[in-house]
């Protein structure tokens, strides 16, 4: 059975940082990319970041170029997103999202991010 489960989220001031976590089971970690997407209260879900399954290539929306990075862990079957100067536009609930085979998604319950200004 696939999951995946987010955590790190929390309260932060402008200017401030985070580290998401989201674990992963049920499925060979290594062969899938991972996304992180957010949805702002009132907004559509959209994606943030993206990496490969191996790690090596990853891609960012231009939002948080800069500012956040994606990584992932195989050994651990976890993906992180580091999110550095947070600003309160950043606030949102954060989701961890992985396509498998036939195009299948599968998405965690997310975590909730507020930026204080």
């Known amino acids: 059975q696939v999951q995946l489960v987010e955590s790190g989220g929390g309260l932060v001031q402008s200017g401030g940082s985070l580290r998401l976590s989201c674990a992963a089971s049920?499925?060979?970690?290594?062969?899938?990319?991972m996304s992180w997407y957010r949805q702002a209260p009132g907004k559509e879900r959209e994606v943030v970041a993206y990496i490969t399954g191996t790690g090596g290539s990853t891609s960012y929306a231009d939002s948080v170029k800069g500012r956040f990075t994606i990584s992932r862990d195989n050994t651990k079957n976890a993906v992180y997103l580091q999110m550095n100067n947070l600003k309160p536009d950043d606030t949102a609930v954060y989701y961890c999202?992985?396509?498998?085979?036939?195009?299948?998604?599968?998405w965690g319950k997310g975590t909730l991010v507020t930026v204080s200004s």
């Open positions: 049920g499925f060979t970690f290594i062969s899938y990319a």
């Open positions: 999202k992985t396509r498998l085979r036939y195009g299948i998604e599968y």
